[in-house]
């Protein structure tokens, strides 16, 4: 799905057709007639107002031609008979429009009247299996026509050979339109019911998955439906952003890089020392797809960390530039450091309606390879702007350009007055912690919001925290039952951030973050009653008593959500999430992999849950944990 971009001029739509397809006729934009009843002008008929004639000028002939902000491309880059084709249509403004596909014979081969996203919008329709000849696709809208078209088994959307240097040819440069259709790319692959919290074991089953991956065998290559030609994509929270944005522009032959970095610590920030870029990072192997995956696996892979995301925003010297807090820049693709080292990629967001507020959904890695979607919230999205942290909060990758042969990344001045981007901004960093989650509140959802809907909504991501941590306990119970003896637990700050078992098996990490989200929940009363002008108050009641009712919804809701976990003779045990609120304190020293997982989920002393507790951490691992508690006590990662 490519294409050369250039803007047309204000006012007009710009129209870009992956694969290079032609437009809907050799000459150009093809003038459409017979077609009055489904067909739209590009601008509305001019009024005897605004011209100033007694008589309106007739409505100009409705043209397939060029529009602003609106792109159309085709997947796969040369389609072949039998195969699938895709049509993607991006728009930056919502528009209630419908899309097309029509075969060589005429007939319909695809429609779509679903308009995904937001910012950016996106259709999407496929034909599942094609024959050979010429494929023409509209996407008509109040205003707005555009159409492109794709011969199935040509062969002049080949990709050229990249250098000897390249790990993939370079072939456009990134640009709105670029940028628009990787937003569209994460939302589609992450896509799925707001109420189900999907979880995938690795990466790349997402991405072999061609009713998501709408570039699935973009090039191909069997680089995604070929089981043993498919790459093996496995990255960790810090590596999942970088390696999703180098397979797209693998497969759409654009620019990538990345940096060197160090993590901070001691009192100073995390700095970049050098820019490495897909150009100059080829290391012999001759297939592409195997290029692609040895760079993944290997140069990205052990070079980018948590603290590569994590510069200062006013750093130019970094990867990604912190964005303003508006709706057009937290989009999928977007991404969000925390100060502790945990990264999300944003993959979805949901305005805010009459019955709920706007919702925000990301995903993240870990580092035993699995990938999870969760809604945005103060528990999942930690900040802090304490500059010895470096610069946490929402960035965009910064883009890359090629000049002369050589690979470099905009400044944020350039950024600033880049005409396709230009949303660089210091104001996440400029009113303080609570500043910062008021004005992204404000962002998600614009108009005073229920206070107690708002609350349910939280104790809902809450309940869907502590479900996914089921998991993670079972995970290490599974390992140590085909893995006997006992997990090594690092020393000190590392046992937060190391590679092996313990890093993939323990969760100190996690746990933190849910303290926090539990005081998080705890506080919300008191936060509403801090801001009221934020929320839609109910009438007669005042400050105190929505307070006081607020307190009762987070007992009543607390008590009605329940989960089950496997005990350690295999029976399940139900817990409330009440219980686990309840048990805050102890879960100050539940992380250990070696302990039961009774214990994991902080069972009282003498209980009756905890009577089955067969395996305990070793007491070396127990000491140093109680020498640690006072990092969970106070909610505070210890410096690196």
Request: charged share 25%; proline share 8%.
């Amino acid at each position: 799905m490519e294409k050369p971009v250039h803007r047309s001029s204000l006012g007009c739509l710009l129209l870009i057709v992956l694969a290079t397809a032609p437009a809907c006729s050799p000459s150009g934009p093809r003038r459409n007639t017979g077609d009055a009843d489904r067909a739209t002008t590009a601008s509305p008929a001019t009024s005897a107002s605004a011209t100033g004639s007694a008589t309106a000028k007739p409505a100009a002939p409705q043209v397939c031609g060029d529009h602003q902000d609106v792109t159309l491309y085709f997947s796969p880059r040369n389609p072949t008979p039998g195969s699938p084709l895709r049509v993607v249509v991006v728009s930056e403004a919502e528009l209630a429009g419908s899309l097309e596909l029509s075969g060589p014979d005429g007939q319909r081969a695809a429609t779509s009247n679903e308009q995904r996203g937001g910012p950016p919008f996106f259709w999407l329709a496929t034909a599942q299996q094609v024959n050979a000849g010429r494929y023409q696709a509209h996407l008509r809208a109040p205003g707005v026509h555009v159409c492109g078209d794709i011969t199935v088994g040509s062969e002049t959307n080949r990709r050229r050979a990249g250098g000897p240097a390249s790990v993939w040819p370079v072939e456009q440069p990134w640009t709105r339109a670029t940028e628009n259709l990787y937003s569209a790319w994460i939302e589609a692959l992450f896509d799925a019911p707001l109420d189900q919290q999907p979880t995938w074991p690795v990466l790349h089953q997402v991405l072999r998955d061609p009713e998501r991956n709408f570039l699935h065998d973009h090039l191909g290559f069997g680089e995604d439906g070929d089981e043993q030609k498919a790459p093996n994509i496995d990255p960790d929270c810090a590596d999942l952003p970088y390696t999703l944005r180098a397979y797209f522009a693998f497969k759409l032959g654009l620019p990538f890089g990345y940096s060197r970095c160090t993590r901070g610590g001691g009192g100073r920030a995390p700095t970049c020392l050098r820019f490495y870029s897909s150009l100059g990072a080829n290391d012999g192997v001759g297939d592409p797809v195997r290029r692609l995956e040895t760079f993944l696996r290997i140069p990205l892979a052990n070079t980018v960390h948590s603290g590569t995301v994590r510069l200062p925003g006013d750093d130019d010297k970094s990867d990604f530039y912190p964005v303003a807090l508006t709706a057009s820049s937290l989009r999928p693709g977007a991404i969000f450091a925390d100060p502790y080292g945990h990264i999300l990629v944003v993959a979805r967001r949901v305005p805010q309606t009459e019955s709920s507020g706007g919702i925000m959904l990301a995903v993240d890695g870990q580092p035993d390879g699995t990938v999870s979607r969760r809604r945005y919230w103060r528990g999942n999205f930690l900040f802090n702007d304490d500059p010895k942290l470096g610069g946490p909060g929402f960035k965009r990758f910064r883009p890359v350009v090629v000049e002369r042969g050589v690979t470099r990344q905009l400044s944020n001045q350039e950024i600033a007055r880049h005409p396709d981007y230009g949303d660089v901004s210091m104001e996440q960093y400029e009113h303080g912690i609570e500043g910062f989650y008021d004005r992204v509140d404000d962002a998600l959802s614009p108009r005073p919001i229920d206070p107690s809907r708002a609350f349910a909504e939280t104790i809902q991501a809450l309940d869907e925290q502590v479900r996914r941590r089921v998991l993670s306990v079972q995970n290490a119970i599974d390992y140590l039952e085909e893995h006997p003896g006992r997990i090594a637990m690092p020393k000190g700050a590392e046992i937060f951030l190391t590679v092996g078992p313990w890093e993939d098996y323990s969760s100190p990490s996690r746990d933190m973050r849910l303290l926090i989200a539990m005081d998080v929940v705890r506080n919300v009363p008191a936060r509403v009653a801090r801001r009221p002008e934020r929320y839609a108050m109910p009438e007669k009641e005042t400050v105190a008593e929505v307070k006081a009712s607020l307190e009762k919804l987070l007992s009543t809701e607390a008590t009605r959500r329940r989960f089950k976990y496997l005990r350690s003779n295999g029976s399940d045990w139900e817990l409330s999430l009440a219980d686990v609120i309840d048990r805050v304190a102890s879960f100050e020293m539940a992380y250990n992999p070696n302990d039961c997982p009774e214990k994991r989920w902080a069972a009282p002393a003498g209980s009756e849950e905890l009577s089955t507790c067969n395996r305990h951490a070793p007491t070396t691992q127990t000491a140093r944990m109680t020498e640690y508690r006072d990092w969970f006590v106070r909610r505070q990662r210890p410096e690196q």
